[in-house]
C-alpha cells in the first residue's frame, strides 16, 4: 500500500500476439491499458470496471469523460425542411439499401426486386434511372469508381461491369464467392469463396493470375493495402496478410472477438473489426496489434481518408474519434451518424422527432434539420462533393440538397410501385439550371414551368386482378392505363 492507503496492484500487459511486457506496479487510477491480473486484485477490478461499462462506452487504453465536446441541440430546434417518399419506392420489398457513387458521380443502389437483388444506376442528383443490373450479394467499385464488380445468381459466377464503355466481365469461381476487391490501380481482382479459395484475376482482360487456399472461417472482409502489395483477408476469428507477388501469408493471428465486419482506415495504417455484439477493435497495421477496443457502438462509418471514425454509442449519442491522433474529437446526439468526405459534416437520424440533422464536426453547430416522414431511417451517406445527402429507408431512397437546405426527390422505379400507390411525376428546372426528375407523394407543391411525366389517363386505368399479374387483354407491355403528361395523382402501374 501507499503512504496515502491507495491500493496497488502487479499489473503485467500481455499484447494481442502474445508478448508480454515488464511487470508494473500502478495504483489502480493510473491504468490505461488492457491488462491481465492475479486473483487478488480481481474483485476490487472487477467491480469499479463494472460500473465503468455500466455508466456507457469505454475505451480501454484512452479513457473520456461521456459529456466531452458533447454538441448541443439548439432551443428552439429549426423549422425542419419536409421531404417524405412516402408512398414513392426504388425497390419492391423492404431490405438494407447498399448506395455509392461512381466516378462520374452517378449513384448505386442495391435493393430486393421481383426479380431478387438489383443493382440500379441513377443519373445524380436528377433522379432518372438509368439501367438495372444483376446481383446477388453486395457490390464493390474500382477505386476510381469505373468498374462495378457482383455476383450472378447462385453466387459462384463474378461480373465486372466497365461502367464507362458498358463491358462485361465473368469470372468463374468453385464455391460460393463471399467478398470481392479491388486493387489500388483497379486493374486486379481478389475473390474469396466460402470454401476458402482465395483467386486474383486481371482487369479488363479477366486472365486468371493465381489461385490458393486460405485457411480460415467464413471469410468476412478483403482488400488490398494502398501499395496493392498486401491483402489483408478476415475471417471470424482470424486476421491474415498477405504478400500478393509471392502469394504467401505474411502475418496471421487469432481473434478472441467474432469479426462479423471490417475496414481499412487511416490510408491503410489501421484496420477495424467489428463483432456480432457491435464491439469495435482498432489494430495497428501491418502488425495487427491491437490499439483500442470500443464498446458500445451500433453503427460506423469513416471520412473518405479513413482518419475519423463515426461510431454510434449508447443512449443515442455519436461519437467521432480520430484515428490517428487517438482522440475522440466530438460528441454529438442521434444516431446512424454519417460523416461527410472532407470530415466537416456529420449527419445523425432522431427517430422520436423523425428528424435527421446535419452538424458541423468543428464548432457543434446544427447546419440543417431535414424532417424525413413515419417510415424508418436506415442509413445516410454524403454524396463526394459534400452537397449532397442520402438517405435509405425499407425500400425508399430520398436526397436532400445542402447547399439550397432543401429536399430534392425521391428515386423512383415504376416497376417497383406498389399496390394501389399513387404518386405524381414531374421534370423541372432548379436554380443551379440542373434539370430534375421529381417523384413525390401525393399533394406535393408543383413549381412553376414543370413539365409532367407519364401518369395514368383519367377513365383508362385496369387494376390488375392479383398483384404483379398482367390483366387478361393488355398484352406482355404490362401498361394498365394510357399514358399522358397530366399532373394528376393516379395509379403508376407497369
Not at 509471392?246 to 463483432?275: C, M, P, Q, W
Amino acid at each position: 500500500m501507499s503512504d496515502f492507503g491507495k491500493p496497488e496492484f502487479r499489473f503485467q500487459r500481455v499484447m494481442s500476439d502474445g508478448a508480454e511486457e515488464e511487470p508494473q506496479v500502478l495504483e489502480l487510477h493510473d491504468v490505461k491499458y488492457d491488462w491481465k491480473m492475479g486473483r487478488r486484485g480481481f474483485l476490487l477490478t472487477g467491480g469499479l470496471v463494472g460500473a465503468a461499462l455500466a455508466a456507457g462506452c469505454m475505451m480501454p487504453k484512452i479513457q473520456y469523460d461521456a459529456t466531452d465536446n458533447l454538441a448541443e441541440l439548439p432551443d428552439p430546434l429549426p423549422e425542419p425542411q419536409v421531404g417524405g417518399c412516402e408512398d414513392v419506392v426504388a425497390y419492391l420489398y423492404r431490405s438494407n439499401i447498399q448506395i455509392a457513387f461512381t466516378h462520374d458521380k452517378k449513384l448505386l443502389s442495391r435493393g430486393a426486386d421481383k426479380a431478387g437483388r438489383e443493382i440500379k444506376f441513377w443519373a445524380f442528383p436528377s433522379g432518372q434511372l438509368l439501367e438495372t443490373y444483376e446481383g446477388c450479394k453486395s457490390f464493390v467499385l474500382s477505386p476510381d469508381g469505373r468498374y462495378l464488380a457482383t455476383t450472378k445468381k447462385g453466387c459462384e459466377i463474378g461480373i465486372i461491369y466497365d461502367l464507362t464503355t458498358g463491358q462485361r466481365i465473368e469470372i468463374e469461381h468453385e464455391g460460393y464467392i463471399a467478398k470481392m476487391a479491388f486493387s489500388p490501380d483497379g486493374q486486379i481482382i481478389a475473390a474469396i469463396s466460402i470454401d476458402k479459395k482465395m483467386k486474383l484475376w486481371e482487369i479488363p482482360s479477366g486472365r486468371l493470375l493465381k489461385t490458393t487456399t486460405a485457411e480460415l472461417i467464413m471469410p468476412t472482409y478483403l482488400a488490398f493495402d494502398p501499395t496493392g502489395n498486401l491483402l489483408h483477408l478476415v475471417g471470424h476469428h482470424q486476421l491474415t496478410l498477405w504478400d500478393v507477388a509471392s502469394y504467401t501469408v505474411k502475418k496471421s493471428i487469432e481473434l478472441k472477438k467474432f469479426a462479423d465486419e471490417a475496414l481499412l482506415a487511416a490510408n491503410g495504417r489501421r484496420l477495424i473489426t467489428v463483432d456480432r455484439f457491435d464491439l469495435i477493435q482498432v489494430w495497428d497495421v501491418p502488425e495487427y496489434r491491437l490499439r483500442h477496443t470500443i464498446v458500445c457502438t451500433g453503427f460506423f462509418t469513416l471520412s473518405r481518408d479513413g482518419r475519423l471514425l463515426t461510431y454510434q454509442g449508447k443512449n443515442d449519442i455519436s461519437h467521432i474519434f480520430d484515428l490517428l491522433l487517438d482522440k475522440d474529437i466530438r460528441q454529438i446526439k442521434g444516431s446512424l451518424p454519417s460523416i461527410s468526405s472532407d470530415g466537416k459534416l456529420v449527419a445523425t437520424y432522431f427517430f422520436r422527432d423523425k428528424n435527421v440533422i446535419v452538424w458541423e464536426v468543428d464548432s457543434g453547430k446544427v447546419r440543417h434539420v431535414f424532417s424525413v416522414g413515419e417510415k424508418k431511417i436506415t442509413s445516410l451517406k454524403f454524396s463526394p462533393d459534400n452537397r449532397y445527402l442520402v438517405a435509405t429507408r425499407d425500400q425508399r431512397i430520398g436526397i436532400w440538397d445542402l447547399q439550397a437546405d432543401e429536399f430534392v426527390t425521391c428515386l423512383f422505379d415504376r416497376e417497383a410501385t406498389e399496390f394501389e400507390k399513387k404518386a405524381v411525376q414531374f421534370t423541372a428546372t432548379n436554380q443551379y439550371g440542373q434539370e430534375i426528375v421529381y417523384t413525390l407523394p401525393c399533394g406535393s407543391p408543383l413549381p412553376p414551368g414543370a413539365v409532367c411525366t407519364c401518369n395514368c389517363v383519367a377513365g383508362t386505368y385496369v387494376p390488375p386482378k392479383k398483384k404483379k399479374k398482367t390483366p387478361t387483354g393488355v398484352g406482355g407491355s404490362h401498361q394498365y392505363c394510357s399514358c399522358d403528361k397530366i399532373c394528376t395523382c393516379v395509379p403508376i402501374y407497369y
